[in-house]
């Protein structure tokens, strides 16, 4: 009898999660962002993989969610099951900005439309969770699409293979534009 090859279970992101990617936001080469959509049309906004923040052993300086002098979105307060009084955020609202260590600056935006109903705070006192899981606690935000709008909200985002394709052919390009 031969033994079977022990296969790891899926995690709970790869279990529950449909992946969607943003490539090149705002035309900036390579800083592509993810959007973990749950069947409850919940949305986690988290960078790619292929994001710069997470190449060549970068770190982060700071994070800050004030986004403009009157708007912070450390400020949004949600209630009810409706998550009423959050933040609405069209695709390319600025979520927060990123500076690493050295100097440069990324601008993290929403990638879909919704409420805010949440940013994670745990970044702004451990940014390191940002760089070692950014799928999971170091995530953004979260945010919960108009109902009428759950099934569109993907409309313009990449599956997990057009991304792979993507980042396949960047990789195949002379020079490296990443």
Same mark, same amino acid.
């Given at each position: 009898?031969?033994?079977?090859? &022990?296969?790891?279970a899926?995690s709970?992101?790869d279990r #529950?999660?449909? /992946?969607? #990617?943003?490539?090149? %936001? ?5 800083e592509?962002?993810? !959007?973990?959509q749950h ?7 988290t960078?790619?993989?292929? &994001?710069?923040?997470?190449?060549? $052993? *970068?770190?982060i300086k700071?994070?800050?969610?004030q986004?403009?002098a ?7 307060? !949600?209630s009810?099951?409706?998550k *009423?009084? $959050? @933040? =609405? %955020? ?6 927060? *900005?990123?500076?690493?260590t050295?100097?440069v ?20 006192? *451990? ?18 699409p108009? =109902? ?7 409309e $313009?985002l990449?599956? /997990?293979a057009? #991304? ?9 390009? @002379?020079?490296?534009?990443?």
């Open positions: 009898m031969e033994i079977s090859e &022990h296969k790891e899926p709970v992101i #529950y999660y449909t /992946r969607w #990617y943003r490539t090149d %936001l705002k035309g900036k080469a390579c592509d962002q993810c !959007v973990l069947s409850n049309r919940i949305c986690v906004i960078l790619a993989e292929t &994001h710069p923040i997470l190449q060549n $052993g *970068r770190s700071s994070i800050n969610y986004i403009s009157g708007c912070s979105r450390l400020s949004n307060k !949600v009810g099951k409706s *009423r009084g $959050g @933040q =609405f %955020l069209t695709e390319y609202a600025p979520l927060c *900005r990123i500076t690493c050295d100097g600056e990324y601008t993290i935006f929403s990638c879909i439309r919704g409420r805010l109903v949440e940013v994670n705070e745990d970044i702004l006192k *451990r940014p390191d969770l940002l760089l070692q899981k950014p799928s999971t606690e170091g995530y953004i935000a979260v945010i919960l108009k =109902f009428e709008e759950s099934k569109s909200v993907t $313009g990449l599956s /997990r057009q #991304y792979e394709e993507v980042v396949s052919k960047r990789a195949n390009q @002379q020079p490296e534009p990443c």
